[in-house]
């Protein structure tokens, strides 16, 4: 199972460095929608992870079909996903790591 990351030059380069090799860069949205079109469909990718701004620019049907995927995973990096990344996690494995 591998992680991808879909995001800024910043995020990717970053994650490039701690030896994520699925990092690819999107600046507008259509390329946003593209590669999470393409990783959603690799079946080798079980986490994937945008940026909070980056997921909250999708349109609302693909933001929902993340929000209910359990794999990959889709993880919201940001402060607003805490939550969420705890149901998804919770989700997937079938376990609340939390408690």
Known sequence: MEIAVIGNSDAVIGFS???I????????EEELVNKINEVMADP????LVL???DYNRLPKR????LSNS???TVIAIGTEQSTEMREKIKRAIGVDLWK
């Not at 090799?21 to 507008?28: D, G, H, R």
């Not at 693909?62 to 079909?65: A, F, G, K």
């Open 70 to 72: 359990v794999r990959p």
């Open 17 to 19: 460095l701690a030896g």
């Open 51 to 53: 940026h909070q701004s």
């Open 44 to 47: 080798n990718v079980g986490i």
């Open 62 to 65: 693909l933001q929902s079909t």
């Open 21 to 28: 090799k699925k990092a690819y860069e999107a600046t507008s």
